[in-house]
């Protein structure tokens, strides 16, 4: 696997992607390639401080904060064209093979505001990442679902995944650190599914983006403490699947 490093232009993120099963998009080219301002990404980030407790930790843990929804997005006619279409709400579901600690069940979680899902910069965010994924996967259409996460250190301790290094059974990953306030640790760790290689980084600017091949590299993100009396780590997961969403 690679080094880290910051690609010089956005081929250079697909071409990543497919050597190395993972790249990353610095803020700068995220925001010029969908496009968007600078604050168009503080207006989307504002509902991040309106999540409700994900009630789902197995752990006993009360450091998350989270909403989900979903999304079909088909470009089968016209990439240029794609058609994203949010799908009545749903339950979010694992195997237990990909998720030993919170899988084999359906967990309900609050949906996304819709005044989020309605923004032109998510909207945009859909639709150009879709068909950036499926230039290095050819698939017509893209079942995503939509994770935004708060793990805050109100407890002394948060957990971005609690469970561990893993993968999502889905075929591609792309997550978006947010915001980090006040905190230490978080560091992400992106590794060989089936080999010995990873790397090892903290993201930490705003708006910056980590795209996984999901079927060929597994990942974690390490606990975060404060640094003094309260913090927080805000993400946007986003997953994207062909053939439809993962169910029992």
């Given at each position: 696997?690679?080094?880290?490093?910051?690609?010089a232009?956005?081929?250079?993120?697909?071409?990543?992607?497919?050597?190395?099963?993972?790249?990353?998009?610095?803020?700068?080219?995220?925001?010029?390639?969908?496009?968007?301002?600078?604050?168009?990404a503080?207006?989307?980030?504002?509902?991040?401080?309106?999540?409700?407790?994900?009630?789902?930790?197995?752990?006993?843990?009360?450091?998350?904060?989270?909403?989900?929804?979903?999304?079909?997005?088909?470009?089968?006619?016209?990439?240029?064209?794609?058609?994203?279409?949010?799908?009545?709400?749903?339950?979010?579901?694992?195997?237990?093979?990909?998720?030993?600690?919170?899988?084999?069940?359906?967990?309900?979680?609050?949906?996304?505001?819709?005044?989020?899902?309605?923004?032109?910069?998510?909207?945009a965010?859909?639709?150009?990442?879709?068909?950036?994924?499926?230039?290095?996967?050819?698939?017509?259409?893209?079942?995503?679902?939509?994770?935004?996460?708060?793990?805050?250190?109100?407890?002394?301790?948060?957990?971005?995944?609690?469970?561990?290094?893993?993968?999502?059974?889905?075929?591609?990953?792309?997550?978006?650190?947010?915001?980090?306030?006040?905190?230490?640790?978080?560091?992400?760790?992106?590794?060989?599914?089936?080999?010995p290689?990873?790397?090892?980084?903290?993201?930490?600017?705003?708006?910056?983006?980590?795209?996984?091949?999901?079927?060929?590299?597994?990942?974690?993100?390490?606990?975060?403490?404060?640094?003094?009396?309260?913090?927080?780590?805000?993400?946007?997961?986003?997953?994207f699947?062909q053939?439809?969403?993962?169910?029992?």
């Amino acid at each position: 696997m690679r080094s880290l490093s910051t690609p010089a232009q956005l081929d250079d993120v697909g071409a990543a992607l497919r050597h190395d099963g993972w790249a990353l998009m610095p803020r700068d080219m995220l925001l010029h390639w969908l496009p968007a301002q600078a604050a168009d990404a503080d207006t989307l980030h504002a509902s991040w401080s309106d999540l409700p407790p994900d009630t789902h930790l197995r752990d006993g843990g009360h450091y998350r904060f989270r909403r989900h929804s979903c999304f079909v997005l088909d470009h089968a006619h016209d990439a240029a064209h794609a058609t994203l279409t949010q799908t009545p709400h749903r339950a979010h579901w694992q195997p237990v093979t990909y998720n030993a600690l919170h899988g084999g069940f359906e967990r309900w979680f609050e949906p996304m505001h819709a005044s989020t899902t309605a923004h032109p910069m998510w909207q945009a965010l859909l639709t150009r990442l879709g068909s950036l994924l499926a230039e290095v996967k050819p698939v017509r259409t893209w079942f995503i679902e939509a994770h935004q996460f708060r793990v805050d250190t109100a407890g002394g301790i948060g957990r971005p995944t609690p469970e561990g290094a893993h993968r999502d059974g889905v075929d591609f990953v792309a997550v978006l650190m947010l915001e980090r306030q006040g905190i230490k640790g978080g560091e992400t760790r992106v590794f060989e599914a089936d080999g010995p290689n990873g790397v090892r980084f903290t993201l930490t600017e705003p708006w910056s983006m980590m795209l996984l091949d999901d079927e060929r590299v597994i990942h974690e993100s390490t606990p975060i403490q404060p640094l003094s009396d309260h913090g927080w780590r805000d993400t946007l997961v986003l997953t994207f699947r062909q053939g439809g969403f993962q169910g029992p």
